[in-house]
């Protein structure tokens, strides 16, 4: 393992071909809980702004994750075409979609949430980062996190998620795990890297300590 260095981590995201029209796509998936609205808020600011797409605007009490189309049809679609996507978030208080926002086809697009390296995205996807986080402390964490009055919600999306991720997993084909610790985060090669081109990071040109 090896700290992980943001810049370097961004510069070589930017060198890689487009997977989405003009457009990086770069999904960081984990479990709930597992940081990963953290690490892609980290990853964005290095990239200078980048535009982060959070699954949970997609996602509705009803379709946790059954998303696939709302993504294909407001953003795949039209950044494919070089276009700014408009997607429509959901208000999770006032159940129900809200107002058009705006998605630029920027050269690095960062898609997060639980799911964003299932199946039918994958081929859109220039790089798959996975938060390595077991699911009982990601989840425990969350818990802590939306306290008490949401207990009832994280009963359903766990069982909910187990099923997900059973029936479509994503941490086989991750490029690169991320490991939150203390001083930061820490890489480790995905079970899909050594087969791919254009490794984010190779054994000859190990991520420098950030410090």
């Known amino acids: 393992m090896e700290p992980l260095d943001f810049d370097r981590l961004a510069a070589a995201l930017r060198a890689l ?30 990239l200078g702004g980048a535009p982060v797409l959070h699954l949970d605007d997609l996602a509705t009490h009803e379709e946790l ?16 075409q070089g ?12 159940r129900r979609f809200g107002p058009p ?3 630029p086809p920027d050269p690095v697009v960062v898609i997060e949430g639980v799911g964003a390296g299932r199946r039918a995205l994958r081929p859109h996807l220039a790089r798959l980062l996975w938060m390595e986080r077991e ?7 969350g818990r802590r996190r ?7 919600f994280w009963d ?9 991720f059973t029936a479509d997993p994503s941490r086989p084909y991750a490029d690169t795990l991320i490991r939150e610790c203390p001083e930061g985060y820490e890489w480790l090669p995905g079970p899909a890297e050594t087969p791919r081109a254009n490794r984010i990071i190779t054994d ?4 420098p300590p950030p410090y």
Do not use: I, M
């Open 17 to 46: 071909p487009p997977s989405c029209g003009p457009v990086r796509l770069v999904a960081v998936d984990g479990h709930a809980g597992s940081g990963k609205s953290t690490f892609a808020g980290r990853l964005a600011a290095a």
């Open 65 to 80: 994750f059954a998303w696939t189309g709302r993504l294909r049809s407001q953003v795949l679609d039209r950044l494919t």
């Open 83 to 94: 276009h700014v996507a408009h997607f429509h978030p959901y208000d999770w208080n006032l």
């Open 101 to 103: 926002r705006p998605l």
């Open 135 to 141: 699911a009982e402390e990601s989840w425990a964490r």
């Open 146 to 152: 939306d306290g008490p009055a949401q207990a009832a």
């Open 156 to 164: 359903g999306w766990t069982v909910a998620e187990t099923r997900h």
């Open 204 to 207: 000859s040109d190990r991520l």
